[in-house]
């Protein structure tokens, strides 16, 4: 018999018989039950041949007999009424009727083991102190043997340790269910809170890559008109730079939607696993800058060590926006993108020689409007390093700023050394290139 617990277990859903984990019986049935078996145990005396010299089984005695074990239906509600019920009914019994004796008392030990199991402590100590003190005086009136009284004191104690070895092994069980179910709550927010992170990665990757292209495009489709009017081969050149601009577009957008694909016959199907782009990339991106009319300079200073992939598409994105917002909103004809290499931290540095923080780019940027340069914090912060936006050189232009830890990094340092890329370098804190 297992499970017997008051309300505060909620009514004893652990079971009873055996206490198997993850038995589900109505606590009434389980009582029901309980009694039933009680039931037939007493009847036993009352069935089976008796000799001439014992008492007589009569109705009279076995309907006390069962008035005894009725009370047992309702243990769980009041375990202590119960016990004081049973031990009242055979005090009866034995004085009144002169009746077939039982070989053990069974109600009173399984009234006794539900008030071990069920009652707060200090009633269950005064129940039992009770209890045993109603022993002593019962059984010098039955045979007043020592080994009865022993026996008796046995079976009435094993059945309190077995009622509190009960609680504690609920209690136990209880405790581990909770935290089993704390840790699937915590999980289950883990796993909301990475889908969180991941649409807001790919929502940040899709701003980037968009914005980027649309504003290069933008940009070309509207020079396009004056050049085939004045000059023929720059207008061909702005429209193959459209295409070539909305191609990689593209390109970037399949590698970054393809992680939302699934097949039915796998857990990511045929999705396209392109690799982010990084800094071995950023001579194409800059160059397709170029192509809008923007000149811009390269510059790395140090020498380019081995960088995470990770690190790398921070770069990309980060120098991708910066130029991006110099297109749209900084009227800039030149840009100077820096990177520096040192043994613990890359730092990126966009400079433009744009209208500065007093245009909207500025006012985007500098204020925290945009999402733009919000993303490029973001995304600097996920990586543990620092991002700075606000006005260029000497108050001109408009400077992002950013600086990326990293492990494994080159030991060695150098001075700034523009790389050969097409550019030219910087003068008074503006990019000149071709």
Do not use: C
């Not at 990511?268 to 300079?297: H, I, K, N």
């Not at 000497?394 to 001075?415: I, K, N, Q, S």
Request: glycine share 12%.
């Amino acid at each position: 018999m297992t499970g017997i617990r008051l309300p505060r277990l909620r009514t004893g859903a652990r079971g009873a018989g055996g206490g198997a984990r993850g038995v589900r019986a109505h606590p009434f049935l389980v009582d029901l039950g309980i009694t039933l078996l009680v039931q037939a145990a007493v009847t036993m005396p009352f069935v089976v041949p008796r000799a001439p010299s014992l008492p007589e089984a009569t109705w009279t005695a076995y309907g006390l007999t069962t008035l005894s074990v009725l009370p047992l239906l309702w243990r769980r509600r009041a375990p202590v009424a119960v016990l004081l019920a049973v031990l009242a009914a055979g005090g009866l019994y034995r004085f009144a009727v002169d009746g077939p004796g039982q070989p053990l008392p069974y109600q009173g030990l399984v009234a006794f083991y539900t008030v071990a199991v069920a009652s707060p402590p200090m009633k269950r100590f005064a129940v039992t102190a009770l209890t045993f003190a109603v022993i002593f005086p019962s059984v010098a009136y039955n045979t007043g043997e020592a080994r009865e009284l022993l026996f008796t004191l046995f079976v009435f104690g094993a059945a309190y340790a077995f009622g509190r070895l009960t609680d504690t092994r609920q209690r136990y069980t209880a405790a581990m269910e909770d935290r089993a179910a704390q840790l699937e709550r915590a999980n289950r927010i883990e796993a909301e809170q990475a889908a969180a992170r991941e649409r807001a990665r790919i929502a940040r990757e899709m701003h980037d890559i968009l914005s980027h292209a649309v504003s290069l495009m933008v940009v070309q489709a509207e020079a396009g008109p004056v050049a085939v009017r004045t000059a023929p081969e720059r207008a061909e050149a702005a429209f193959d730079a459209i295409s070539e601009t909305g191609r990689e577009a593209m390109r970037q957008l399949r590698g970054i939607l393809g992680v939302l694909r699934e097949d039915p016959d796998g857990p990511r199907g045929d999705a396209p696993r392109s690799p982010q782009p990084g800094t071995a990339e950023l001579p194409e991106l800059l160059e397709r800058v170029r192509g809008s009319g923007l000149r811009v300079v390269h510059e790395v200073v140090g020498p380019a060590g081995p960088v995470p992939d990770a690190i790398g598409a921070t770069v990309y994105r980060v120098v991708q926006e910066a130029l991006t917002n110099t297109v749209r909103h900084a009227g800039a004809t030149a840009a100077t993108v820096r990177l520096e290499y040192a043994p613990d931290a890359l730092r990126v540095t966009v400079v433009d020689d744009g209208r500065g923080a007093a245009g909207p780019y500025g006012e985007a940027g500098t204020h925290g409007k945009g999402h733009g340069l919000m993303g490029v914090r973001e995304r600097v912060a996920a990586h543990g390093g620092s991002a700075h936006t606000g006005a260029g050189p000497g108050g001109r232009g408009f400077r992002v700023a950013v600086r990326l830890p990293l492990t494994g990094a080159g030991d060695g340092t150098g001075t700034a050394a523009p790389v050969v890329d097409g550019a030219a370098p910087a003068v008074d804190g503006a990019a000149v290139g071709r």
